[in-house]
């Protein structure tokens, strides 16, 4: 269950701790160095307006010019709940302000869209003379499911998408479908006779919900509550908002 609501306070707060601390501040060169580039993927000021791809589970940096010293800098305007507030910083060699989201919570997944509007305004307003947005598309790992192989040969058959072979069948022009979800039965069946192909846990697991913990903080258990209720989490932490309620849930 996705929201969408107002960061610009809580972006304010932080832009002006990034530019408290820009002294210590990496290079762009180096500023990935906690994951190899290849896995990141970076975001500039000519995506503006743009649908970015990510895969599931990488990490995601938006690099937009800023000048502090003019008392203007980049803040987010508004996110939707899921995905949460950024860490932001401010690379001094580059001139340009830095954010970052992760594409996975220990909640809920991630996977799919997210509007990200970020503006650029003077310290204690909130006036924009420029706006930067975009919307990511976070895209799930591929799923396990049988595929129908060597069609129109004497080994036509299903077989897994690793290249594993399943078993021959007259497949041509079918489909692997999950059905039986949570019972005994719960497998792949074919879209053209219903027969089973092979029995997987393919419905995936339940969402289950964790307790409060120091890892994980509820506001409310309640999700009627959870949809009028606006709140922010710390730097350290992402907003969660699902079937198990809202709350805070520590960064991994």
Not at 3 to 24: M, V
Not at 49 to 77: A, F, H
Not at 134 to 152: D, R, Y
């Amino acid at each position: 269950m996705k929201k969408h609501f107002s960061l610009l306070a809580l972006g304010l707060a932080l832009s002006a701790q990034a530019i408290a601390c820009s002294g210590a501040a990496e290079d762009e060169s180096t500023a990935d160095s906690e994951e190899a580039v290849s896995t990141n993927t970076r975001i500039y000021e000519k995506d503006n307006g743009k649908t970015i791809d990510v895969d599931e589970g990488k990490n995601v940096y938006v690099y937009l010019d800023s000048k502090p010293s003019t008392g203007y800098d980049w803040v987010v305007s508004s996110v939707d709940r899921s995905i949460g507030a950024p860490t932001i910083d401010f690379l001094k060699s580059s001139s340009r302000t830095r954010f970052k989201w992760g594409t996975t919570s220990p909640i809920d997944s991630l996977v799919g869209l997210h509007a990200i509007k970020i503006i650029y305004v003077k310290s204690g307003t909130t006036k924009a003379i420029k706006t930067f947005s975009f919307t990511l598309n976070i895209k799930g790992k591929a799923k396990h499911v049988p595929e129908c192989v060597n069609v129109g040969t004497r080994s036509e058959g299903w077989g897994w998408a690793d290249g594993a072979f399943i078993g021959w069948e007259n497949c041509k022009g079918a489909t692997a479908v999950c059905k039986n979800a949570g019972t005994n039965k719960e497998g792949f069946y074919s879209s053209a006779d219903g027969r089973l192909i092979a029995l997987d846990g393919c419905s995936g697991p339940s969402l289950v919900c964790p307790p409060a913990s120091s890892t994980v903080s509820y506001v409310s258990h309640e999700v009627s509550k959870c949809a009028a209720l606006t709140f922010s989490c710390p730097s350290t932490s992402k907003l969660f908002s699902n079937n198990c309620g809202c709350g805070c849930a520590l960064l991994e």
